[in-house]
């Protein structure tokens, strides 16, 4: 028998919960991928691909679904990396787990022979990255122009009826809060309409999908902290008992710079530039990755040293970072947006060290030079 038509039989048990029409065995070529293992398995059970993971029962080793097929094997070596980490975080291993990541091509490049075990768990029901990038984004495109309203027309309603509160009854103080949030509106509204739009037009994804009981927590981001938390503070009528920013609460010299038109310009060419720049790493991003691929390139945008690949990390997350900083500046400094930031910032820089970490051991033979800082040059 040719070496591509032998075939082998790979004994099946289940990891954790029974499958229901989970078959004992599968009978395939030698020379196939690992992902046919994971269709001829689907097919039987009636689950999606993107619902199973498939563990070699030798050493509990992920084998992957993906068309770049990629083994992560879990042990206590001490020579793994960030990049081991990131596909141990994949595979569902335990944090301080080693990893060791191979390329393979067939079956038998896995380490399987006929008659080895392989143990077979759903993870539950699924649902695409995509789609879960456009709820999280969705909350505040909703919940801002609401709350903004919201309080406009209470404003004009309380006006109507001869109340008022504070500095609301201040033709100047209300028109300069009224433009301060205007602004602000229009920034969060642009920044997440350009996420909407990358999501479908420019981002592809490492991972087809996530749990669905994931999807609150990663919403919860977004629709708490950027939507209610910074509309509810950001919108309201300000008043001397109850300042909306710091600008608000400010006198004097400070207080008529922050409410000027000439720094809520500054904020706005500020902002806009960040978000093409931002735009600009995606764009390089995107083209490392073929559609419908997995693998991953060296980031860099050599056209375009502007961008700051050679700089940082995540230049990516360096814009995102600077558009909201332009977005507290044009709020007037407020607190809640600084909470947004901060919270954001905490989390990029955590995602950025681990994927220096990962880009030093993947592309460290292939030219990679590797950065001082990740995120913020000289901070993080």
Known sequence: MEKHDKTITLQIQP????????????????????????????????????????????????????????VVAASSSASSSGLASASLASA????????????????TDTGLRDGSVIRVKDLGPQIGWRTVFMLEYLGPLLIHPLVYY?????EASARRGGGGHGLADDGAAAALASTRQRVVLGMVMAHFLKRE??????????????PVR???KNCAHY??????????????????????????????????????????????????????????????????RRPGSTERGIPRAPHAPFLAFELVTCPNYLWETVAWVAVWAAS?????????????????ALWARKKERRYRVEFGNRGYRPKRWALLPGVV
């Not at 981002?203 to 999908?209: E, P």
């Open 150 to 154: 919201y309080y406009r027309y209470s």
């Open 332 to 348: 007037g400094f407020g607190a809640s947006v600084a909470l947004f930031l901060g919270v954001a910032v905490a989390q990029m």
């Open 223 to 288: 629709w708490l902290l950027a939507g209610l938390n910074i509309a509810y503070f950001t919108y309201r009528s300000p008043s001397p008992s109850r300042p909306s920013s710091f600008a608000a609460s400010s006198t004097g010299p400070l207080s008529h710079l922050l409410s000027s038109t000439l720094f809520l310009g500054v904020t706005i060419v500020l902002f806009a530039a960040a978000e093409l720049l931002n735009l600009g790493t995606h764009l390089a991003l995107r083209a490392l």
């Open 92 to 107: 569902g291993s335990r944090p301080g787990e080693r990893a060791t990541v191979m390329i393979t091509d067939t079956i």
């Open 214 to 216: 994931n999807v609150f």
């Open 15 to 70: 990891k954790g919960k029974p499958i229901p029409r989970l078959p004992a065995t599968v009978t395939i070529r030698a020379a196939a991928s690992p992902r046919e293992v994971y269709e001829r398995i689907a097919a039987q059970t009636g689950l999606s691909i993107d619902r199973l993971r498939i563990h070699k029962g030798s050493d509990g080793s992920v084998l992957s679904s993906s068309a770049a097929t990629v």
């Open 197 to 210: 739009l990358e999501t479908v037009f420019v981002h592809r994804f490492s991972a087809a999908t996530m």
